[in-house]
Nanobody, 126 residues
């Protein structure tokens, strides 16, 4: 089983950039379709971005298209979420997740993901 640990969150101002990392251990990120989700205070967890197993296909929620980029760094066994032009509404705890090993495609559904990190806080001030 893969274990996931997020890092890179913090407090930034609107318009700034942040890069979130999700370090994998136990298995390689190249073997999984993966995704990023977020949960704001008082709200349900929502889909942010996903990448398929071979890294050739990505999917984004509309609110982050053109601002966020999901990628895998296989050399570092890490999933990355590059976030640019951050907005206060991006404030949330961000979670990375991995699908079961036999599922190669992207998914926006959190129940399609079997392994989750502990989350990292992103706060964007106006």
């Amino acid at each position: 089983q893969v274990q996931l640990v997020e890092s890179g969150g913090g407090l930034v101002q609107a318009g700034d950039s942040l890069s979130l990392s999700c370090a994998a251990s136990g298995r390689t990120v190249s073997g999984y379709a993966m995704g990023w989700f977020r949960q704001a205070p008082g709200k349900e967890r929502e889909f942010v971005a996903a990448i398929n197993r071979n890294g050739g296909s990505t999917l984004y929620t509309d609110s982050v298209k053109g601002r966020f980029t999901i990628s895998k760094d296989n050399s570092k066994n890490t999933l990355i979420l590059q976030m640019n032009s951050l907005k206060p509404e991006d404030t949330a705890v961000y979670y990375c997740a991995a699908r079961v090993v036999w599922s190669s495609g992207t998914s926006i559904r959190d129940y399609d993901y079997s392994r989750w990190g502990q989350g990292t806080q992103v706060t964007v001030s106006s």
